[in-house]
């Protein structure tokens, strides 16, 4: 199990520029930022959605190796995003100026709904034959 963990993170930062900048990104909304934002909900949820994501794209490594249909392992952000639109109006109104936090929300959403449409074509096109390796963990 551990060389699957350490192949699948060999295989994130054998990705070409700039990939592994966007991996940071993901990284920093989706992991980091939100343990400091833990006294909200949407913090939690995100953070928990993300580990479980992390998870699924190890098990599907396992299976496939680095291939295309890793950007499957991002299937619970076709949930979060919507769930963060619905829950912005919690953290910011006409009334109030936007904050720290809603900021926070609105990246999140802004990042993952890019990376959603990366996974997507991704998926289809491993549906579609391209099952090869994209990177190979040296």
């Known amino acids: 199990m551990l060389k699957i ?14 990939w592994p900048v966007w991996l940071m990104v993901l990284v920093g909304g989706n992991m980091i930022a939100p343990l400091f934002l833990l006294d909200h ?17 190890t098990a599907i490594y396992a299976v496939t190796g680095f291939t295309r249909l890793l ?10 995003v919507p769930w963060l639109w619905f829950r912005l109006d919690l953290a910011w109104s ?16 802004v990042s993952n709904s890019l990376s959603l449409v990366i996974d997507i074509a991704d998926v289809i096109r ?13």
Do not use: C, D
């Open 5 to 18: 963990i350490i192949g699948f993170n060999k295989g994130l930062m054998g990705m070409p520029f700039p």
């Open 41 to 57: 909900m949407e913090a939690q949820v995100t953070f928990g959605v993300f580990l479980a994501g992390a998870v699924l794209m």
């Open 71 to 80: 950007g499957a392992g991002h299937v619970l952000w076709l949930g979060l």
């Open 94 to 109: 006409p009334e109030q100026p936007l904050n720290w936090f809603s900021y926070w929300i609105i990246a999140v959403m």
């Open 126 to 138: 491993y549906v579609r034959g391209e099952r090869e390796a994209t990177v190979v963990p040296k």
